[in-house]
């Protein structure tokens, strides 16, 4: 292994334990908030992810989402729709494709087309511990 915990070139990666699970994301339940739906879809509990956190999140025309300003990476990504995000005080038009990063402290809000939708996958990397 090199020291960032991946295996060296020419590592027998065959007996490594494998982690690889398949997330059913449609059979996950969505939560109703006033900033869209949501379903976690990455985490500890389902896949023994410890630092890293992953959703999906749909809004509906005119809704709008503010990532929590928080000590950790984000990325937003634009899955299926057209919005715009705000990021210091500059809008930007979004479709499919487009996305965001957020480093530590930073935020931006998302919003829905009027009249269309969004889905976006975000995801959230926590400090490691050292």
């Known amino acids: 292994m090199e020291s960032g915990g991946?295996?060296?070139l020419g590592a027998d990666v065959g007996?490594?334990?494998s982690t690889t699970r398949f997330i059913h994301?449609?059979?996950?339940?969505?939560v109703r908030t006033p900033h869209g739906e949501f379903t976690e879809i990455l985490n500890e509990e389902l896949v023994g992810a410890k630092h890293v956190q992953g959703a999906l999140r749909w809004l509906g025309s005119g809704e709008q989402f503010t990532p929590?300003?928080?000590d950790r990476h984000q990325?937003?990504?634009l899955m299926e729709g057209k919005g715009t995000i705000?990021?210091?005080q500059k809008e930007?038009?979004?479709t499919k494709g487009g996305g965001i990063y957020l480093g530590p402290s930073e935020t931006a809000t998302i919003q829905a087309a009027p009249g269309l939708t969004l889905k976006l996958f975000h995801l959230v990397v926590r400090k490691v511990p050292k």
């Open 15 to 17: 007996t490594m334990s």
């Open 86 to 88: 705000r990021l210091d």
């Open 25 to 30: 994301t449609n059979q996950l339940p969505r």
């Open 92 to 94: 930007y038009e979004v």
């Open 68 to 70: 929590e300003i928080v």
């Open 75 to 77: 990325l937003i990504y």
């Open 6 to 8: 991946r295996p060296r």
